[in-house]
């Protein structure tokens, strides 16, 4: 079996990342390692650039799927903004030296303090997401003498048709704002002198698989945006349209990015019967990076219960959540080409963790050949795998690894034993 995604192929029969054997990285830095391949992150953020050519856009990468320093060095050197959702991340931003004007602020339950850290940097946008955190930004703003430049988050109402933990756009999910409430808050607008309205935002979810909800979501959001026009001194100057657009985990069929491009040049773009022209924002994050990464890990032990196999691996559900948070399906292939030979038995993909929810795989064809010490790929790891890892069971997160064509370097070390008590007092 190869992977499903570019830039991880076997070569001389050993699975690589562009053109560094995944065993060489395991050698060099131990097991489980996040592997991840800097042309996958960049062919990706092409795909998006050469798509809306013909609209005026910005592009966001969404740190929350994989917020590692270099990677976001990565991401901005080849054009693209950051859209964050705390203050960690606005830390990480620009730490990693994002211009403060290429950094858009969502997310639900934004602080004062995260606010005005925000404001201090000079970002591009708040994406709002209620009447009552207006108000929390216009008097934080106000008291800084500041304008905030806010998008207000629509929530369309629309079914992504993806898992429930992460839909976003239907009434009943805590995000965004009603479209009632949105005309209303236009209406009244001047009240909040330390607000500036310069857009309106929508996100329905993550792991589309259609783009029916898309164009549904994009429908709307237009409309409103027209209705808009009609009540507001000053005309909007662009429209956030979030992320969402899913990947290739097994065998999902999710829309090519050209024909995600063409939907919203539909709708957008200079073609469409909008008043005004309207910058387009984007804020991908899974479709960036979900395919560029995997995490390594070694088998620790074998073991049979009946007709059920076990292989016990390195990683835990720390390291990699996603599986047990979700429920998620993540390809699981042998490093060594060899050992994907042979008889296969269902085998459950087990890690370390004392739960019994820590497991990768459950019932699994996998081959019987694969054994103690050989190394495993889990595919499609590069989105919320890191961001996610924890510490449980005191156990020490991974080091995440950047591959460049024939190079490799860590981006980020193991952590040791003495970080898992740092800022602890006996």
Do not use: W
């Amino acid at each position: 079996m190869s992977s499903p995604f570019d830039h991880f192929d076997y070569k001389n029969g050993s699975l690589a990342c562009e053109d560094v054997p995944l065993s060489k990285i395991a050698d060099a830095t131990g097991s489980p390692v996040y592997v991840y391949s800097s042309k996958a992150f960049l062919t990706s953020l092409a795909q998006l650039q050469k798509g809306l050519t013909s609209v005026s856009s910005r592009i966001h990468f969404a740190l929350k799927s994989n917020s590692n320093l270099a990677l976001v060095k990565l991401m901005v050197d080849a054009g693209a903004g950051i859209d964050i959702v705390s203050g960690g991340e606005l830390f990480r931003a620009l730490r990693a030296g994002t211009p403060a004007d290429r950094i858009v602020f969502s997310g639900v339950g934004k602080t004062p303090g995260e606010m005005k850290a925000a404001l201090d940097a000079g970002i591009y946008s708040f994406n709002v997401e209620s009447s009552a955190e207006l108000a929390v930004l216009n008097h934080v703003a106000t008291e800084l003498g500041r304008k905030a430049p806010v998008a207000l988050r629509f929530n369309p109402d629309v079914d992504a048709k993806t898992h429930p933990y992460i839909s976003t756009g239907l009434k009943r999910n805590k995000f965004g704002i009603h479209r009632k409430e949105i005309l209303d808050l236009a209406r009244s607008i001047d009240a909040y002198s330390g607000i500036s309205l310069q857009g309106i935002s929508i996100h329905i979810g993550s792991q589309l698989l259609s783009l029916k909800p898309l164009d549904d979501a994009f429908k709307r959001l237009r409309e409103l945006v027209e209705d808009l026009d009609g009540i507001l001194t000053e005309p909007l100057r662009f429209v956030d349209l979030g992320g969402g657009v899913g990947i290739r985990y097994n065998k999902e069929n999710p829309p090519k990015i050209a024909d995600y491009c063409k939907l919203i040049v539909k709708h957008f773009g200079p073609k469409s019967k909008l008043r005004h022209p309207l910058e387009v924002l984007l804020e991908p994050g899974r479709s960036i990076s979900g395919n560029a990464g995997v995490l390594v890990t070694e088998v620790l032990y074998r073991k049979a219960r009946g007709k059920k196999q076990f292989v016990v691996v390195d990683a835990g559900m720390n390291d990699l959540m996603r599986p047990s948070l979700y429920g998620s399906y993540h390809g699981i292939v042998p490093v060594e080409k060899s050992r994907d030979k042979g008889a296969r038995a269902d085998t459950d993909i087990v890690g370390p963790v004392c739960e019994s929810s820590d497991c990768f795989a459950s019932g699994r064809k996998f081959p019987l050949s694969v054994g103690q010490g050989d190394l495993l790929a889990i595919l499609s790891a590069g989105a919320y795998g890191f961001t996610m890892a924890g510490q449980y069971n005191s156990r020490p997160r991974p080091p995440e690894v950047l591959v460049q064509g024939g190079t490799f370097r860590v981006i980020r070390d193991r952590e040791s034993y003495e970080d898992l008590i740092r800022g602890e007092h006996l």
